[in-house]
């Protein structure tokens, strides 16, 4: 009996050919199941939750106010390493170039593993400070994404919850991953120099990566301030699928276990998805 055509035939990393749901639209019974997961675990935990996941290999989305700004705080530092690392693809910089005495490979990994505000100023300052950063992100057909303010700027002022400055939505953060990940704006060494550090974030144990199987590759940046708690990045799942996600979350309290427990349901969900096609493709072979 042949496949319905909601599968397609593809090459998997397990070494043989399995059957795997084909694209999903956006009203695809798994994604409103997803949707729906999503929605009632936030809407059960206090404070304000920005949710985007976006599959790298077949483009299907699902969001929970994903149109909505939420302070970035120190995810903004993804944008920078990659303004900084296009401008090495182009021949203008060099990872080795000097800055306060230290490599430019050296300070973005302080910026990107240890999230350090002054390396990461010192970086920006190189570029041209915020401005460049948001031209860089206007060049790129980057919308929802808002720098304005150095993080000593940033840090130096109140009301971060009701911040409309330094702000991105959820789907604009995973349009940036997306990008950074299909060679949009970065070459294969710059793509995986980036997520080399990104894999290494040591701020971010009890976020994204705290509920997920031991092993499961991550690659993510995290942002803090005062009442805001954010992880971005990629979740590899058992099949190699690599899933860009964006967790934004304002006010309320415990923060980071709600991170943890979104990006489980996230990876559960896409995990299944490939679960499910194997055991139909048994049944129907």
Known sequence: MR???????????????????????????????LERALSKLVAERPGDYGIAALDLRDGSTVSINGDTPFPMASTVKLAIAAAYL????????????????????????????RSD??????????LGGPVAIQQWLSSHQIPGIRMDRTIAQLLRERG??????DVAT??????????????????????????????????GTRRIRALLPAGT????????????????????????????????ARGGRDRQPVIAEVARVIYDRFADSVRNALALFMQIR
């Open 170 to 203: 959820p789907v604009a953060m995973v349009t940036l991953l997306n990008k950074l990940d299909n060679g949009t704006v970065l070459t294969a060494q710059s793509r995986a120099f980036l997520l080399e550090l990104m894999s290494r974030c040591a701020t």
């Open 160 to 165: 971060h919850l009701a911040d409309s400055k």
């Open 217 to 248: 590759r991550v690659e993510d940046k995290t942002g803090t301030l005062d009442g805001i708690t954010n992880d971005v990045g990629f979740i590899t799942m058992p099949d190699g699928r690599r899933v860009a996600v964006a967790i934004f």
């Open 117 to 126: 505000n002054q390396a990461t100023d010192q970086l920006l300052a190189t």
């Open 3 to 33: 496949a319905p055509l909601l599968f397609r035939l593809l090459l998997s990393g397990i070494g043989a050919s399995i059957l795997v749901p084909a694209p999903a639209a956006a009203s695809s019974p798994e994604l409103i199941g």
């Open 86 to 113: 296009a401008d090495v693809d182009q021949g203008r910089r060099s990872l080795r170039d000097m800055i306060v005495g230290r490599p430019a490979a050296k300070v973005m990994e302080l910026m990107i593993i």
